[in-house]
């Protein structure tokens, strides 16, 4: 199974990115999905997860109410809509699918991850 992210780039504090997980697997909508990021000198930590059905997210507390996580199983492609971005938001952004998941924030419960997407925010 592979993992493409996409939709990083440059934006300035209070602007928006859409970023974009396309899976190569067409039976996708078995999978939980996750980001994750990553800036540097920091560990990864968790932005947002999404139910294999689509009726259950979670998000971290810094992004809640600013980014919302969705998914469309018919392109096996998931999303991560980013508003309101603020500096501290820039990070390497990473998508991750999981068959079975019991901690949807756990990056280790994620059997496959993308190759991460860039996501810079001027001040």
């Known amino acids: 199974v592979q993992l493409q992210a996409s939709g990083g780039g440059l934006v300035q504090a209070g602007g928006s990115l859409r970023l974009s997980c396309a899976v190569s697997?067409?039976?996708?909508?078995?999978?939980?999905m996750g980001w994750f990021r990553q800036a540097p000198g920091e560990e990864r930590e968790f932005v947002a997860a999404i139910s294999w059905k689509g009726s259950s997210t979670y998000y971290s507390d810094s992004v809640k109410g600013r980014f919302t996580i969705s998914r469309d199983n018919a392109r096996s492609t998931g999303y991560l809509q980013m508003n309101s971005l603020k500096p501290e938001d820039a990070a390497v952004y990473y998508c991750?699918?999981?068959?079975?998941?019991?901690?949807?924030?756990?990056?280790?419960?994620?059997?496959?991850w993308g190759q991460g997407t860039q996501v810079t925010v001027s001040s």
């Open positions: 697997d067409p039976t996708y909508g078995n999978y939980a």
């Open positions: 991750a699918a999981a068959v079975i998941i019991t901690t949807m924030s756990r990056g280790d419960e994620y059997d496959y």
